[in-house]
């Protein structure tokens, strides 16, 4: 069974007190993380009582028990989804060989940089979403939001525990220095780019929880298929809390479209500017906040061509999303991957090995996963009865990594030339005024059952209570 | 055949497609793979679902959670919700009519396990114990040993009930009054898929069928007609009923985390069953007639109202005639004794209503599990019941409901 001995200072399922050695490092982290999160966590509601999701253990009826607590006082801990006995490796030159339960010294530096890849990004969208509950639509959305920062709080807690197990002093190391980057930092910057830009407006914040929280997922998927068990047990359980996180960014932007929809229909106005007068966010202005989300994420996958991608496969450290259900060789020597590539200033395909294409086998997974939400927006529209549909930007938009940067390249995928670009990318990302006025539309309505009028009420509470429901207490 | 065809309702577990956010959740939670998807949409197949709930709680968006009544015979296919965008409406229900003929009980062919449709409590009485769920699922079973089979009805009576004793050896398998397992019969459908699970409440009380043992016994009746009388061979009670001592049988559960009694010391148990449907009456009488023997009795009272065609079908009436009244306050009702006027437990009810109604005013869980028939006679019976002593009734039923109080199982 794995049920959280909650009698340990830090809650775990790992039996951390039979390794003293690990528990006092950890034990000495803990007011470390405490610390950080006094600082860098939501602004102002240390005091708040939040109705939150506690994993209580690992099994379907033990990791969503609800209840107040005060943010401080969640119970982080060290949770791993059950071992699978006698697990093997799926992929790469390891294949069928048994899982490892320890760090072989040839993969040590390429596993430690994976993990802490990771990990730097859990503390980094805390961060950039400190200021957020200041401006809430409502009671019900603090909530989501809370859930979603202590929980992005307890998946570094994971990814530290695999460095102070299997690391020793470099994970020791490696532990302090998530604590001491901060998003946006001029000299101490996050890792990746995406977890150093701003999410000023919740309209980003669903974005960003949409898009970005869903190359954590993949990211995660592709984890959890790993030869090295803890971290793939590790991102298993990680992946259960990842879905919430979706689901927030998912049902916000359909409410966010649904207001919409409603006032369009209402008053039989489609200009922008006047149905900004009635105080909704305009499509376009959803269609250039997606487009910038979506261009800055797909960036997250890496260089198209990576031979580090082809290491981590072929060496068990990282597979591909739903690895055990595709039916190929799973080592990939001599298959190929069609890529887009640039050739005089023209997109054409290329075809390359896989193993050197993993990162763009994993983005075309991702793009196929999101473009389906983005489908799933239109049918709020399409019921609504209007015209307006979203879409996903082609993939060498906006690009800022791989063999597309530099590139100009307009949302339908044409390549362009800088004047054709300055002309259009107002109207294709976000510009300053769109987030003058969103930033105008936000409020701070947190009465229960109060809902700001950008935005429709959800269809269903959260976890079967209404939606006026008092989510937060204030005290 | 003359008898009026009956229709079999099922609560069918849906998911809105509307909130539903496709992120795999609820298909990699569900223990017997009753969960599929295509690039559109997340749906519940209806011939595989055990109404478990193991998947509501990880669910991040609440779309999980929707339960119709549909005729069990219309039930959505797996084709239907995969073309949805939205749910269907609710659909209508008809006024259930007089007691059906008894039918068969679709155990064989009702996996949604519980088709109840009237109200009944979300969670259990406040004092139960703790269950444990999910335990070992379709894809990792526990294996249990067949302990011994015997029949329980008249060698010449019509029906064939066994009594079917499992043990887990050393396996943890802890189960409480009121859970279920599940059982998968071995083998492939005419269409070459496996045999899909079904489900059997427990007929033993939590410390064993043997006192100390790691066994549980079940109450498995043959069926060999289907809802309209057509003679057919039930999988899977045929190859339950068949079993011998020492086979192999694979089990998945524990299941059921309301169904359960209350552990309380002064609470009653009133207790309303037909055939089959005695087992979690069986495995609630046998905790409190061991905690009393042990000398720790609980001091609440127990009714019970049992349903069968003839004494000869009725399962563990030997036994049950010689509990001693003052533990157990017993009413029989046989529907097809030659000679006599039909009788079904709403009569019963009826007949014993001051009594009744005492237990109603006190500090009572009221447990309902037999054929489906039952329920509109039984609650009749009830709201006529409290009419007569001056209760409100829909006030009280409410009552009982939010507190955990009544519980409904019917097929």
Known sequence: MSTINYSDKIPNNVNLSEDRTLQRALEQWQPNYLNWWQDMGPDGSHGYD??????????????AQFGHVKMPDYRWGIFLAQAEADRRVGFGDHQGEAAWQDVPGEHRANLRRIIVTQGDTEPASVEQQRHLGKTAPSMYDLRNLFQVNVEEGRHLWAMVYLLHKHFGRDGREEAEALLERRSGDRDNPRILGAFNEETPDWLAFYMFTYFTDRDGKFQLCALAESAFDPLSRTTRFMLTEEAHHMFVGESGVSRVIQRTCEVMKQTGLEDPAELRRHGVIDLPTVQRYLNFHYSVTIDLFG???????????????????????????????????????VKDGQLVDKEVPMLNALNEVLRDDYIRDSSAGVNRWNKVIEKAGLA??????????????????GLRVSPDGRVIGEAEWQANVNRWLATEEDRAYVASLMGHVVEPGRYANWIAPPAIGINKQPVNFEYVRFN | MNAPETIVFIQQHLIDPEVCIRCNTCEETCPVDAITHDSRNYVVDPAICNGCNACVSPCPTGSIDHWHPVPKAAAYSVEEQLSWDELPPRQEMPVLGEMAEAAPPAADEAPQANAALSPT??????????????????????????????????????????????????????????????????????????????????????????????????????????????????????????????DAVQVSGPFGDRFLMPNHPGSNLLMICTGTGSAPMRAMTEHRRRLKEAGRPVDGRLMLFFGARRPQELPYFGPLTKLPPEFIDTSLAFSRVPEQPRRYVQDRLRERGDDVAELLRGDTCIYLCGLKGMETGVLDALAEICAKAGLDWPLLHQRLVDEGRFHVETY
């Open chain 1, 303 to 341: 260089a198209d061509q990576s031979s580090n991608a082809a290491i981590f496969y072929s060496s068990g450290l990282k597979g591909r999303y739903e690895e055990g259900k595709r039916d190929d060789d799973h080592v990939l020597k001599g298959s190929h991957y069609k890529i887009l590539d």
């Open chain 2, 121 to 246: 409590s979300p969670k259990p009485p406040w004092s139960a114990a703790h269950p444990y769920l999910n335990l070992h699922t379709l894809k990792k079973p526990a294996l249990a040993t067949v302990a011994g089979n015997f029949r329980l009805t008249a060698p010449d009576a019509e029906c064939d009930i066994h009594h079917l004793v499992l043990d887990f050896g050393t396996q943890f398998f802890p189960l409480l009054e009121g859970q279920a397992i599940g059982i998968a019969p071995p083998g492939v459908d005419a269409n070459g898929r496996p045999h899909y699970l079904r489900m059997y409440s427990v007929a033993s009380p939590r410390t064993g069928e043997r006192e100390g043992y790691n066994n549980v016994s079940l109450t498995v009746k043959r069926v060999t007609a289907d809802h309209e009388g057509r003679p057919v061979a039930g999988v899977a009670s045929s190859y339950l009923c068949d079993l011998r001592k020492g």
């Open chain 1, 388 to 405: 307006f549909r979203l879409g996903v930007p082609h993939k060498a938009f906006n690009r800022h990594i791989g063999s597309f940067s």
């Open chain 1, 50 to 63: 939040v109705y939150l999701r506690t994993a209580t253990s690992t099994t379907p009826d033990g990791w």
